[in-house]
């Protein structure tokens, strides 16, 4: 079995735990309270702009030319498609300038990108791309699984589309193919800490649901508000 398939397999419970979670089945139902979506929209504007910067890293870590353009790229398509859906996405939902100026990530936004900085800035291309290939792999099968559904909506099926698309398909699949090539030329201890990569991002990719679907905040908010 390949190495993408085995650790896909590995994280397979914590996979199905997202396919399942009530943001992803309320926003292919359309009963997803605008307000969590909004929410989300925010937070992963700030994941992408981080996630943008660690496919750079890649690039700059790539042995060959080839691929330092490939992964360049990816950080391109990252940076114009991803960030203009969003950009979109805030004009529909109506997220203002202020909003923006008083954004902060939240806790699991900011663990989950500093998981990725960590495992590109410690590593070598293989962590990166084992880091951030549960993001591609996920949403793409996560637009697999939506793309039959209709919530009414052209905000949720706009989203439905992006990551059911030919396009996100080829990228995710180029993605696989080189953790593949990669994980058979490195050491055992290389796999391992690869292995742990790709499963510490999967368990992310869970609580980004769930940071949503509660609009987490920091504690100390709380504690402001309570005085
Ligand atoms: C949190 C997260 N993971 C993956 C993707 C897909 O690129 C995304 N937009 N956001």
Redesign the pocket.
Known sequence: MSFAKRVRQAADPIWQASFHHPFVKELGEGTLDRAKFRYYVMQ?AY??RH?ARVQAIGAAKSPDLATTARLAHHAQS?CEA?LSLHETFAELLGITEEERAAFMPAPTAYA?TSHMYRAAYEGHLGDVIAAILP??W??YEIGERLKTCRPNDPIYEKWIST?SSDWFRSLVKEQIDRLDAIAAAVTEEDRRRMEQHFLISSDY?YK?WEMAYELERWPSAGLVESR
Do not use: A, M
Request: proline share 0%; aromatic share 50%; hydrophobic share 30%.
């Open positions: 992963d994941y992408l996630f990252t991803e989950y993001c591609y996920l949403y990551y990719e980004f």
